[in-house]
């Protein structure tokens, strides 16, 4: 290998070890929900074309996001290769089971194969959609306020369409309860009459 060729490849694996321990140490904080400043990028995608995005299912079926725009929706991007990514599904699945009654949804699209997608539901038991987005989904992630097209990336997607919340990096299950507790509040209280 020239020493060119050395010097870019040292480059890049530092690259790699600084991207690695950035994550390990949890990597960005939070972004704050709507209506705040998120300091991420826009989001070009209109609430219509959001609900008609479709991924395939493990079975090839095709999914339209748009079947759950009733619901608060958790969309979760995520990869088998990514390490971070397979430590916070389990923390995912649980909080999907304890929400599912509160007109909350869990979707994950993984950026993967249909393979490794279904194998890895059956092995952790993921019990909410896990839909095959592919890498062909990363310009998707951009378009919905994640430039970096890294994983993890979570969004929190009100009934009315709007994004309400969104995360790059991962989230542990207190982290999730946090904000679909303050999501969930803000909702019923905007719901309530005024006092006039």
Not at 32 to 42: I, K, N, S, V, W
Not at 97 to 119: K, P
């Amino acid at each position: 290998m020239s020493t060119w060729g050395r010097r870019v490849f040292v480059l890049a694996l530092l690259a790699a070890a600084g991207l690695a321990g950035w994550f390990a140490a949890g990597g960005p904080p939070p972004l704050p929900l709507a209506g705040e400043d998120t300091g991420g990028g826009d989001v070009t995608l209109s609430v219509d074309q959001f609900y008609a995005l479709s991924f395939a299912d493990s079975d090839g079926n095709r999914q339209r996001l748009g079947q759950w725009r009733d619901k608060l929706l958790v969309v979760n991007f995520w990869a088998t290769w990514c390490p971070p990514c397979r430590k916070e599904i389990p923390d995912f699945v649980a909080v999907s089971r304890e929400y599912a009654d509160r007109g909350v949804q869990f979707v994950g699209l993984g950026i993967d194969n249909a393979y490794n997608v279904s194998r890895f539901a059956d092995e952790q038991q993921v019990d909410y959609p896990l839909l095959v987005a592919g890498a062909g989904s990363l310009p998707i992630m951009s378009a919905l306020g994640n430039p970096a097209m890294a994983l993890p990336y979570t969004l929190v997607v009100g009934a009315g369409g709007e994004i309400r919340y969104t995360r790059l990096g991962p989230m542990d299950r207190d982290a999730l309860r946090n904000t679909l507790d303050r999501l969930l509040s803000r909702a019923t209280g905007a719901s309530k009459p005024q006092p006039g």
